[in-house]
Structure formats: structure tokens, C-alpha cells
């Protein structure tokens, strides 16, 4: 997943005439999602003192723009930079900072709207977060507006392990019509296949926003093509190595949305795939 979206961003950089190794060095940091590992490696990278940094994530950009408001940095994968607080304002950032958004709080709702449109039985839905990681606050209004209208019982579900996604899963799955919504998180990312594990175990749909937990067998994803978000960063480090300041770019959010469905998952959970989804998915995986 990650080498996926570092390649198409060293791509996007050597067509803009920046090549790794020729006329910049790129030192790459992976924290696993370890909240504490991302901190010392922010505080490691900013004591490089680089010319830039990129960051991926929302607790990555924030834990490095804690240790430098000197050095430029784009992040290429927050959900809600202004809630996050890493910026101010979209269209003039504030400080040394600005990148890609790769969400809007209003796929809180539209995330559980799909997952009521594939699995019409749903009576409860719970929303998964770690919220040591995830700011999970700018979608949940819309997440509850969503669960009025579908006449769903919302449920809260942080975790912070293996052993407190699975516990929340069957909790969730002990009665029919449970259903989960899989937060935007590393966290939940590094951990997915516990979470599509334990799903497919207690016979409970769930919906995730990237396509790589379909492809390893999630029901359903609907989310931002995340390849082109870390494409279209590498334009803003292009500007700032040739002389523009952070706070003259503003933060740019997705243009590309990708849905992924799971046939074969859908079959195990008993569910018919409807034509609405059918026809509108971008990736069907058999």
C-alpha cells in the first residue's frame, strides 16, 4: 500500500525534474502506526534539518509539526486539517505547513448510506476509531444524521489492539443487523486484517474507505485514490524546493474517488450485491 503511494510520488517528482539520489536525497521514515514511534521519528527527522518534509497521516503531520515551525512541510493525507488543528485555514495556511486532504466530513453518513444499501437488514452500526490516532470528531455528526434517518442505533467503538477490535466485533455481531464503519486511520490500516478477520467471523458487513481492504476481503470501501493524492503532493514540494512558501499554497482536497466491492465476501455474509453499488463500483473483486 504505502510503496504503491511512494512510488507514484517519486514518479510525480522525477517528471517535475527532481530525481532521488541525482539532485535530492530522500531519508523515508515508517512508523507502523505506533503513535510513540511517530514521535520520535518526527523528532528525528526535524533534527536532519531537511529542506522539506512529507508526511503521511494525521498523527505524523502533527507529531512533526510540533518539533519545527521553521522547516516546510506537506502532508499528504490528513482527514480534517482544520479539526486536526494543523492549520488555520485552508485557503491561506497558517505557518510552515499545507498538503492534502483526502476526506470530507460528510462520508461519516455517506459511508453508512452504502453500507444500509448492501446489507438492508441493518438494525445497529458502529463506528471503529483508535482514538489515539484518528480525529474521528469531524465525521461524526454526519455519521449520526445518517443513523437517524436510517432508523440505526449508533454505537462508539475505540480501540487500541488486536484484542479490543475483535471484542468490539463480536459485541456487534452476537445479535442479526450489527454493521461497522471502519474509520480513516494508519492505525486501522496496519490492522486490517484482524478487523476483516473478525467481520467475516461474526457475519457482520462492514465498509472501509480504502480499496485495499476489499481487495483482502472486506465487503465494501468507498474512498479517495490515495495513489493520486501523494501524486498530486509531489506538485507542492516542487513549488516549495523552487522557492514558494507553504502558506501561499493552499490545502487542496481529493478529486478521485474509488469504490471496491467483494463478491465473494458478499456471498459468505449471505448479502446480494444491488445493482446501485454494482454498477457504480470501480473495482469488483470476485
Known amino acids: 500500500m504505502w510503496k504503491t503511494r511512494l512510488s507514484a510520488f517519486t514518479q510525480a517528482l522525477a517528471d517535475l525534474g527532481w530525481i532521488d539520489g541525482l539532485n535530492v536525497r530522500m531519508d523515508l521514515r515508517w512508523s507502523g502506526a505506533d503513535i510513540n514511534r511517530t514521535r520520535a521519528l518526527a523528532q528525528e527527522s526535524v533534527g536532519l534539518q531537511p529542506d522539506i518534509i512529507v508526511t503521511g497521516g494525521t498523527p505524523a503531520t502533527v507529531a512533526v ?3 519545527t515551525r521553521t522547516i516546510p512541510i506537506v502532508f499528504a493525507s ?6 486536526s488543528g494543523i ?29 444500509s444499501e448492501i446489507a438492508p437488514g441493518l438494525k445497529r452500526a458502529a463506528i471503529m476509531f483508535n482514538p489515539d490516532t484518528a480525529p474521528v470528531s469531524s465525521f461524526m455528526p454526519s455519521f449520526e444524521t445518517a443513523a ?40 486501522m490500516t496496519v490492522h486490517r486484517a484482524p478487523i ?54 493552499p490545502v487542496q482536497f481529493p478529486t478521485k474517488f ?29
Open 78 to 83: 490528513v482527514s480534517d486539517p482544520v479539526a
Open 148 to 187: 437517524r434517518s436510517l432508523k440505526l442505533v449508533p454505537i462508539n467503538a475505540p480501540v487500541h489492539s488486536d484484542l479490543e477490535i475483535e471484542t468490539a466485533i463480536i459485541a456487534l455481531g452476537r445479535e442479526p443487523g450489527g454493521g461497522l464503519v471502519v474509520m480513516p486511520d494508519g492505525f
Open 65 to 67: 509539526q510540533r518539533e
Open 87 to 115: 492549520v488555520e485555514r485552508l485557503d491561506r495556511p497558517t505557518w510552515n505547513i499545507t498538503g492534502f486532504g483526502i476526506l470530507e466530513a460528510t462520508l461519516g453518513g455517506k459511508w453508512l448510506e452504502l453500507l
Open 196 to 249: 476483516i478477520l473478525a467481520a467475516a467471523r461474526n457475519n457482520v458487513p462492514a465498509v472501509y474507505w480504502l480499496s485495499d481492504f476489499a481487495r483482502d476481503g472486506g465487503l465494501l470501501s468507498y474512498g479517495t485514490d490515495q495513489v493520486d493524492t501523494f501524486r498530486r503532493a509531489a506538485t507542492y514540494v516542487d513549488g516549495i524546493l523552487r522557492g514558494a512558501k507553504p502558506a501561499e499554497l
Open 258 to 286: 474509488e469504490m471496491a466491492v467483494n463478491l465473494k465476501t458478499a456471498r459468505a455474509l449471505g448479502l446480494v450485491v444491488p445493482p446501485s453499488i454494482f454498477l457504480r463500483a470501480d473495482e469488483v473483486i470476485e
